[in-house]
């Protein structure tokens, strides 16, 4: 089932985020309004999903953000682009299954979804193209959709424009030069980095896009061989999570 949240949480997960020390109680305390306690948000967020250090002088340093605070996190601070509303779930067999299900039921208006993201922390049963498997480890990748109105002349325009931009961001986070691997994969030294699955159905199309945050390890042997992590160009950063 997707998870979501509502609140005060957001605010301290932003806040949270802003550098990976300790922030300090006052400055997390001012976040908040008077009738509400910090003890108890905190509380919120690791329900949520969300690994945080508590020390008693420092403060509090965020280790590992949640799936559900997320949630409310972009869509509040995406309110009119892609993103706007986000479907998260911790495990699911494809997140294009579940955008499919969601334009299905719209009733001859697939574009009421437009912009939507479906999100999941684990895919059992994720695909790429040509029927292909496409393997992931849970906590370790990033697979998501997104729902966008696209005509038939656009989804390899949408395929080319999702590659440019997972690309773009790897070499901002890196400062390492990536390639694209015509049509639709991101590589660093012939090693898959990410791969990306372009769908029509009625009058959007839906953009599938798995990033591998970190090494492959309970990968079979031949995926491992052309597979690695964007923590392997990212120095310093250790394993990646969110």
Known sequence: MPISSSGFEIDLLAKLLEHGGFHRFDALERLLSPNL????????????????????????KLIKSGLGAWCDYLEERHAHQIGHHMVIYQRTKSTQDVAYQLVS?????????????????????????LGRHWFSEPDQSLCFSVIVSADQGRVNQLSIASCLAVL???ERLSG???????????????????GMLVERMDDVAVIGIGLN???????????????MGVHELVEGRGALRW
């Not at 009733?107 to 193209?129: F, M, N, P, S």
């Not at 691997?181 to 090693?191: D, F, P, T």
């Not at 390890?217 to 031949?222: C, T």
Request: overall charge positive; hydrophobic content about 40%.
């Open 37 to 60: 306690q910090l003890v108890h948000q905190l509380k919120i967020l690791e329900q949520l999903g969300c690994t945080m250090q508590v020390h008693p002088q420092r403060g509090v």
């Open 168 to 170: 773009k961001t790897i």
């Open 213 to 227: 945050l970190n090494s492959p390890v309970a990968l079979p042997d031949e995926v491992r061989a052309r597979a």
């Open 105 to 129: 039921h719209a009733a001859g208006d697939a574009t009421r979804y437009e912009g939507y993201v479906i999100l999941a922390q684990e895919q059992v049963a994720g695909r790429g193209r």
């Open 176 to 194: 390492l030069a990536v390639q694209i691997k015509w049509l639709n994969a991101v590589v660093y030294q012939s090693k898959n980095l990410c």
